[in-house]
């Protein structure tokens, strides 16, 4: 099942059979106070020049996330859509939880994007899908409802369920629709880590959706988080995650690529030897 | 081993979250007849107190937090019910919930188990919990302290609205409102008009341990 995404000219496809889609998560004001403050006061360079860091990084994707108190949403993500869309060529992940903003960086955006997010809340998906499906979009469907964020894999593939046939009520196909089995704090949750990988596995098993988590809220509240993030992805990726909202340092980045050649998705290591070659070549153009 | 010993282990299996050796220390303690209140204010608030610190300092993670907070609860439940004054185990009651339309609840459930351990009594509303939950359980409990907690930019409102329905049920001036969650800042609290923010579950603590001093100053004077 693929999910094509686009930006102007670039073509991304996430599925169980291709490469992992790397998706830069670091346009986000939350929990950055210079650059919340920057965006506050127009200046977005910092965002250019994050695009442009995660893009060289290995980022496939990248998110966009203009939510900042007291901001108004929907202008301030057009503006920052625009930015990245002049300024790299890799689709975006639109995200927001204002469906204003949703629908104005929608109308914005040259290509097919990723919305960011749905949940399994019947109005969430009322407002969220007719806009997905207006706009010719694909979906995160996020797998909790109003009641909570469910405890057991099994909870989790319910809510996914019903987002998929949700989705199919507003013309929106399951290839359209990509799953969050909600990647949570093993830190706060010694089991957090292992009920997320087994809904992974239920939900590729039964609905052979693409599906993708905001890898490094794994690694909250401990030290050494990149390492976490670096060990827990290519486990996710054996239990069918096939995209990650996720930090783009170095390490993350091989450890997920080690993996794409290491699960079949990196046809005689052709990527991971190119990848070798491009940092070979940048250390001899330094020492010249 | 001597009073002095018990308190001493108190102290150091808290700051490491040994919550059978925290438990089994204070059954020694009680045996050799020392007073409870003792091990509370001489060993175990000081060792929470200690844990926060290292926490806000960065030395100290969420695992270790969580741990030594556990063990603290699990002297306090022995304890409570032997203390002469059972106020003196109480430092206030905090009722705590994640606004209407946000379940998230991770950094909710860190500040309640940092609360309980530091000696509050916390009522957790839980997730989703709109403004006529609030009111209706702060009419009942007459909690020292609300928290409102947000974790999405779309959800954050809802203080506001909380706020303004304790004015309307004329509330207001009865409880202290602290407010937190991840896109939450100073700024934005201080815009709502909420009493108290603070960044993470050990600062929670604190401030509220400040605010509510400040109000029975106030009340006092």
Redesign the interface.
Same mark, same amino acid.
């Given at each position: 099942m693929d999910t094509v995404l686009r930006s102007r000219t670039k073509t991304v496809v996430i599925g169980s059979d291709k490469p992992f889609c790397i998706i830069g998560e670091r346009i986000n004001p939350?929990?950055r106070?210079v650059f919340a403050q920057q965006l506050r006061d127009g200046d977005l360079s910092t965002a250019a020049a994050d695009a442009q860091a995660q893009v060289a990084a290995g980022a496939d994707m990248l998110d966009v996330n203009a939510?900042?108190?007291?901001v108004d949403?929907a202008e301030l993500l057009v503006k920052l859509i625009g930015l990245v869309q002049d300024t790299v060529d890799a689709p975006i992940c639109i995200d927001s939880?204002?469906v204003e903003a949703l629908d104005a960086g929608l109308s914005a955006y040259e290509g097919r994007a990723l919305v960011n997010s749905v949940t399994a809340e019947d109005d969430r998906l009322e407002a969220v899908l007719p806009l997905v499906a207006a706009h010719g979009a694909a979906v995160i469907g996020l797998t909790?409802?109003?009641? %909570?964020?469910p405890h057991t894999a099994e909870e989790r593939l319910r809510h996914a369920r019903k987002i998929v046939s949700a989705a199919a009520d507003y013309g929106i196909e399951a290839c359209d629709v990509v799953i969050d089995p909600l990647a949570?704090?093993v %830190?706060?949750d010694t089991e957090a880590v292992a009920n997320t990988l087994q809904a992974m596995r239920m939900i590729r098993d039964e609905l052979g959706v693409n599906m993708c988590v905001g890898a490094s809220n794994v690694s909250?509240?401990?030290?050494d988080r990149l390492t976490l993030n670096a060990a827990f992805l290519p486990m996710a990726m054996a239990a069918g995650l096939t995209s990650a909202i996720m930090s783009t340092a170095d390490v993350v980045v091989r450890s997920t690529r080690a993996a794409d050649l290491l699960l079949g998705h990196d046809e005689w290591g052709a990527s991971w030897i190119a990848a070798h070659r491009a940092r070979q070549a940048a250390v001899e153009a330094t020492a010249s | 081993m001597t009073d002095e010993e018990i308190l001493q282990l108190l102290y150091e299996e808290t700051l490491t979250g040994n919550a059978p050796a925290v438990a089994g220390g204070v059954n020694d303690g009680l045996a050799q007849g020392m007073p409870p209140e003792s091990m509370l204010f001489d060993a175990l608030i000081p060792s929470l107190e200690e844990v926060g610190a290292r926490f806000e300092r960065g030395d100290y993670f969420v695992p270790e937090m969580l741990i030594a907070a556990r063990a603290m609860q699990g002297a306090l439940d022995i304890l409570r019910p032997l203390l002469a004054d059972n106020e003196s185990a109480q430092i206030g009651t905090f009722l705590m919930g994640t606004v209407k339309g946000d379940v998230h609840d991770i950094g909710k459930n860190l500040c309640n188990i940092m609360l309980e351990g530091a000696g509050f009594n916390v009522i957790d509303l839980g997730v989703n919990v709109p403004p006529e939950k609030f009111i209706e359980q702060i009419e009942e409990h007459q909690p020292d302290v609300v928290g409102f907690s947000a974790f999405l930019t779309t959800t954050m409102p809802m203080f506001k609205a909380n706020i303004n329905a304790l004015e309307k049920a004329g509330l207001r001036d009865r409880v202290i409102v602290m407010v937190g969650g991840a896109p939450v800042t100073q700024e934005y609290a201080d815009a709502v008009g909420a009493d108290g923010y603070a960044a993470d579950a050990s600062t929670a603590v604190r401030k509220a341990k400040e605010l509510i001093e400040l109000r029975r100053e106030k009340v006092l004077v």
């Open positions: 939350t929990g106070k939510g900042i108190p007291l949403e939880s204002v909790n409802d109003e009641t %909570g964020i949570m704090p %830190g706060a909250f509240g401990l030290p | -």
